[in-house]
């Protein structure tokens, strides 16, 4: 069962991202994700690294294939002009990647590559517009080419709530709906109240809705995403219990598991953040009952 | 006033540029780097007192009042007997000034004690923001004459993105998402159908760098606007 599919026949999807290894442990990644077969709904494939360089994605990809997972390819705008936007998806679609995750991508404001130029010169719901053009079976300026992609596609959303005009988080969705976007990826999760407020607001337009969840280890490291990620992202509450906690991945599981008990009457799936941890998804997934 | 807004190198690096050469004349500006507080009267005194210092002889200064004007030329023709006595010219002037004095001479090297950073306002003592990129390609008239294309760091014309918090940018928790600003003027317009329009991607070499546009003489307005 491929993504689309389970996303209309399951209650509620699971799926986790990996990093593309830059050496070459492709054998230790698929270990751990051997683990959890069958039990993932799709593996998406990083673009985007606070840290600077990024490995073969589309060849991730490849490989994810031919060990019979769904990989989900994202595309962001940052690194990327138009022509290597295009050359990336087509790429892609001539590998046999069929699932798209779109991201305009974060301002670059951390890492070793802080003096490179970023593009930007398409946005998320522009980028629709790309993957759009490929799929009737021409390039962005209407140069046909050989080999029509097809491709589901989904894209991010802020799921905080609350913290901007409302009009203007909805304005978002609604064009990304109106091209085609086929589900949205929340920004992560951890308060459960928002979340709910905020799917309240967008369950009229009838669109799947994955939460993200960081599976977060330590009190240091919810401190950095706070830092880096999203200012005030990870609730102190969370941290303090993360700070006092004798056993931190104990902690940490628990965390995991509420927000999730949570999050499987709200929306139709989660999606993993291991973070180096995807050796314990596993225990995670069990903990959870996923 | 639109101003060419600069910061001064590090003393490392101008005195690296300057490390072949021992007589120096320091050229200040009286426009934007006097108002930015990089290359004014003060800063052209300072700087010489510094190189003085280092083991500099400072041959001579000037301010010039405009560098970039075309006059630079007869104001550099009056120190022309200072200029001789230097090895270097030391410029305290935005690229514009270093290179209309560079043209001047063919025999004498330039140094610029400045990075040109950007074109912009001081809009309080002391900050200076960057309002127009000179994309060649102006959208102030859907936007209600806000730059998203200078103030949005994406430069996103369908904005705003996920980065947007409370008014505030994700770059910069004291910086104000442009986007935000848009939508509020566009409200007070009555106007936010102009916001839900969807820009189609924007064309990034609308004039081909180096720039150069050609008026020709015929087409340039001969009234003065006098005459009905």
């Given amino acids: ?290 | 006033m639109i101003r060419s807004i600069t910061r001064q190198k590090t003393p490392e690096e101008i005195s690296g540029l300057l490390e072949p050469f021992t007589k120096i004349f320091i050229v200040g500006c009286g426009t934007c780097t006097t108002m930015a507080r990089t290359g004014g009267q003060p800063e052209v005194v300072r700087m010489a007192k510094s190189l003085q210092e280092a083991g500099k002889e400072i041959t001579g200064t000037m301010m010039i009042p405009v560098a970039c004007d075309e006059l630079t030329h007869e104001a550099l023709e009056e120190n022309k007997q200072a200029i001789a006595g230097a090895d270097v010219l030391l410029i305290m002037t935005c690229a514009f000034g270093v290179q209309t004095i560079a043209l001047h001479f063919m025999d004498k090297p330039v140094v610029p004690a400045l990075d040109t950073l950007f074109i912009g306002k001081e809009k309080q003592p002391g900050t200076f923001d960057e309002i127009c990129i000179q994309c060649g390609e102006c959208v102030l008239g859907e936007t209600g004459g806000i730059c998203p294309v200078a103030g949005c760091h994406k430069g996103l014309v369908n904005g705003p993105c996920g980065g947007t918090d409370k008014g505030k940018c994700e770059v910069d928790a004291k910086k104000d998402c442009v986007w935000t600003l848009i939508y509020n003027k566009l409200e007070a317009l009555g106007s936010l159908d102009v916001m839900r329009r969807y820009q189609d991607p924007k064309n990034y070499h609308v004039e081909p760098q180096p720039g150069k546009v050609l008026i020709p003489f015929e087409e340039r307005s001969e009234e003065d606007g006098t005459q009905p």
Wanted: proline share 4%; glycine share 8%; with cysteine.
């Fill in chain 1, 1 to 290: 069962m491929d993504l689309k599919e389970s996303l209309t026949k399951k209650q509620f999807v699971v799926t986790s991202e990996i990093q593309p290894p830059i050496e070459a442990d492709m054998q230790e990644l698929l270990g751990n994700i051997q683990k959890i077969r069958g039990r993932l709904d799709g593996v998406t494939v990083s673009e985007v690294e606070l840290e600077g360089v990024v490995a073969d994605t589309l060849g991730t990809c490849k490989i994810l294939r031919e060990n019979k997972f769904d990989p989900i390819l994202q595309t962001s705008c940052r690194e990327k002009n138009r022509l290597d936007i295009q050359s990336h998806l087509l790429k892609a679609s001539e590998k046999g990647v069929k699932n798209i995750l779109a991201f305009t991508a974060d301002y670059r404001i951390t890492g070793d590559s802080l003096q490179e130029m970023m593009f930007f010169h398409v946005d998320s719901s522009k980028l629709f517009t790309v993957v759009e053009s490929l799929q009737e079976g021409h390039d962005v300026s209407g140069k046909e080419v050989q080999q029509k992609a097809d491709f589901f596609v989904g894209s991010g959303i802020d799921a905080g709530w609350g913290k901007n005009v409302p009009d203007l988080e909805l304005k978002e969705m609604e064009e990304m709906i109106k091209l085609g976007n086929g589900y949205f990826l929340t920004t992560p999760v951890f308060n459960l109240d928002e979340f709910q407020k905020f799917m309240k607001r967008v369950e009229p337009f009838g669109i799947p809705v994955i939460a993200e969840v960081i599976l977060v280890r330590t009190a240091g490291m919810a401190h950095f995403i706070n830092k880096y990620v999203k200012k005030g992202l990870v609730p102190p509450d969370i941290i303090q219990t993360l700070a006092k906690a004798p056993e931190k991945e104990k902690a940490s599981i628990e965390i995991f598991t509420d927000i999730i008990k949570g999050l499987k009457d709200i929306c139709q799936g989660v999606h993993l953040i291991p973070v180096g941890w995807e050796d314990k998804i596993p225990k995670f997934l069990d903990a959870a009952k996923l």
